[in-house]
Nanobody
Framework: QVQLVESGGGLVQAEGSLRLSCAASGSICSSNVMGWGWYRQAPGKQRDLVAIIRRGGSTNYADSVKGRFTISRDNAKNTLYLQMNSLKPEDTAIYYC?????????WGLGTQVTVSS
């Protein structure tokens, strides 16, 4: 069993920055980790991919956050990060992290990010 806990959300003004963290604990073997991801869900909308980082380190971003957000990880700490710069009101959402293992995946409970104009 794996537990994910996100932190770092909050209220920020437009053009501000936040850094989200996602700490994983439990039965994690690095050789079983296929990748990590950040997703977000705004009120009344579906949960969408924000960014992923694969086992080998390659990354992908949603077009809406390219050039503003950076995903990274610390394998030694089993922690995922999302540096968010130049935030916009449309970035307001609950942000979730996900870890994909060989045969399963786990989600955190999310952290709220609110960007005021």
């Amino acid at each position: 069993q794996v537990q994910l806990v996100e932190s770092g959300g909050g209220l920020v003004q437009a053009e501000g920055s936040l850094r989200l963290s996602c700490a994983a604990s439990g039965s994690i073997c690095s050789s079983n980790v296929m990748g990590w991801g950040w997703y977000r869900q705004a009120p009344g909308k579906q949960r969408d991919l924000v960014a992923i980082i694969r086992r080998g380190g390659s990354t992908n971003y949603a077009d809406s956050v390219k050039g503003r957000f950076t995903i990274s990880r610390d394998n030694a700490k089993n922690t995922l990060y999302l540096q968010m710069n130049s935030l916009k009101p449309e970035d307001t959402a609950i942000y979730y992290c996900k870890i994909s293992l060989l045969t399963s995946e786990y989600w955190g409970l999310g952290t709220q990010v609110t960007v005021s104009s």
